[in-house]
Nanobody, 125 residues
């Protein structure tokens, strides 16, 4: 059973940076594609970033492109989301996910079978 656990959230000022981590069962990200999503209060869960298992191509939402970066360790146990130039509108609960999405679903929740519990990120103005 795949288990995911996010960490690294917290309070940061406008313009600051954070790095989120997602620890997984051993070797998870060697067999599943990882992704990050977020959900702000009163809003739907939103795709942020993904890395395709085959070929390693990365995908980003327009709202975070150039500011957020997805990466992972060589063992496939942990993925990261480096978040730079954070803004108050980035405030949300951030979730990591794992799955085997087809290309058309890589930016959608239905592409991922496994989810962490989330970590809160708050950006103050």
């Amino acid at each position: 059973q795949v288990q995911l656990a996010e960490s690294g959230g917290g309070l940061v000022q406008d313009g600051g940076s954070l790095r989120l981590s997602c620890a997984a069962s051993e070797g998870t990200f060697a067999t599943y594609s990882p992704a990050w999503f977020r959900q702000a209060p009163g809003k739907e869960r939103e795709f942020l970033a993904a890395r395709r298992l085959s070929g390693g191509t990365t995908y980003y939402a327009d709202s975070v492109k150039g500011r957020f970066f997805i990466s992972g360790d060589a063992a496939g146990n942990t993925i990261y989301l480096q978040m730079d130039v954070l803004r108050p509108e980035d405030t949300a609960v951030y979730y990591c996910a794992a799955g085997r999405p087809i290309l058309s679903s890589i930016r959608t929740m239905r592409g991922y079978n496994y989810w962490g519990q989330g970590t809160q990120v708050t950006v103050s103005s």
